[in-house]
């Protein structure tokens, strides 16, 4: 059965653009049944260019990114959740809506490259991909079917703890 992992920031833009992307990319080349989604509180419109950029240079696919509500992920036809990790302090902070099945959630922030100055823009998107990549590697290499919501949460934050 897969694992369908929901990953929150405000704007839907970056950080969480680079993790949707990072774990399919991981997922897919692991051959785990994991599938990745990402969304925002208040979402942009729009993925930022050096997010896909940064993704494309690592070989993953971007084709169909785009800057989405989290509402698109509550209503009943909407894939059922396992995991909702946030990426930001902001979305973290924010009331979540209520998600079919009652879903483990985690926090993992990461500072938003977005803020880097332009001149170093480009490094900071590169080095948070790649510590999201590192991260989602770990989300990977945990039975993930076998695991009840108790220790997959302990997992989870423990990943975060590291």
């Not at 084709?63 to 989290?70: R, T, V």
């Not at 998107?125 to 039975?143: D, S």
Request: charged share 25%.
């Amino acid at each position: 059965m897969t694992t369908n992992v929901l990953i929150l920031c405000t704007h839907n833009s970056a950080r969480s653009v680079l993790s949707e992307g990072m774990l399919d990319h991981w997922a897919k080349k692991l051959g785990k049944d994991v599938r990745a989604y990402s969304a925002g509180s208040a979402p942009s419109g729009r993925v930022n260019p050096y997010a896909v950029e940064s993704l494309s240079e690592a070989g993953v696919d971007t084709a169909g990114y785009y800057s989405k509500s989290w509402d698109e992920f509550t209503k009943a036809e909407a894939p059922r959740m396992r995991i909702v990790i946030t990426v930001c302090d902001s979305a973290a902070a924010e009331q979540c809506p209520y998600w079919p099945g009652s879903p483990v959630k985690v926090h993992w922030g990461y500072p938003d490259p977005s803020n880097a100055p332009e001149s170093e823009r480009k490094k900071a998107f590169e080095l948070t991909r790649q510590a999201i990549g590192y991260r989602m590697l770990q989300l990977l290499q945990l039975p993930l079917d076998t695991m009840d919501d108790a220790d997959l949460q302990k997992a989870l934050d423990a990943i975060c703890a590291s």
